[in-house]
């Protein structure tokens, strides 16, 4: 709920969720896909089961957490970069939230697979990868100034070592499965 409802919260999130999809929708028109937002990090509303979650992490600061699915199958992570150790979007203000999710959806808008239809974002960014994503939103005009990163703080490391094991298994020959090459990532 955030303010001004409950007393836990670091920040908006009841009164911001409208106003963020609001201005999605004016760009991308009824969106198929799912983004949450919570006033803490108790996520009471369970934003990291979204494509795209926001969770309040300080005031008027959101951190992201990617590749959530709705089917309750995966939640979010935070936009880490395992090869690094360094997270990404940790602590967002609230008027550059818009611009972040603007890009991503471009980003799954432009590079999906044909197998991909509506409401497969979070399965989209689980497929390409986090540094894929990283590298996408580095480049893009609305989102580079964004992209310092932080080094990986010891309570999200579980984050690092269960995806280190998820990828490692995924880029098995018996995976089958495909990414996004990095040369062919486009804002044109
Ligand atoms: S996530 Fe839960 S505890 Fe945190 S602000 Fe929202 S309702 Fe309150």
């Known amino acids: 709920m955030g303010f001004p409802t409950c007393k836990l919260s670091f920040t908006d999130s009841e009164r911001f969720e409208p106003k963020l999809i609001d201005v999605l929708e004016e760009k991308w028109g009824d969106l198929a896909e799912s983004i949450g937002v919570s006033g803490c990090v108790a996520q009471c509303s369970r934003p990291a089961t979204r494509a795209i979650g926001w969770v309040g992490s300080g005031y008027e600061l959101y951190m992201l957490k990617l590749g959530g699915t709705t089917d309750g199958r995966h939640q979010g992570e935070p936009l880490i970069d395992y090869e690094t150790g360094e997270v990404y979007l940790y602590q967002v203000p ?24 509506d409401g497969s974002m979070g399965y989209f960014f689980r497929r390409v990868g986090t540094r894929k994503v ?55």
């Open 94 to 117: 609230a008027g550059e939230v818009w611009k972040v999710c603007d890009a991503l959806i471009e980003f799954y808008v432009k590079y999906r697979g044909p197998e991909e239809v």
């Open 134 to 188: 990283i590298e996408w939103l580095k480049s893009h005009p609305k989102t580079r100034h964004l992209m310092a990163p932080k080094k990986v703080q010891s309570k999200l490391l579980g984050y690092a070592e269960l995806r280190r094991a998820r990828e490692s298994l995924q880029s098995s020959p018996q995976s089958g499965r495909t990414s996004v090459a990095p040369s062919t990532l486009s804002h044109a």
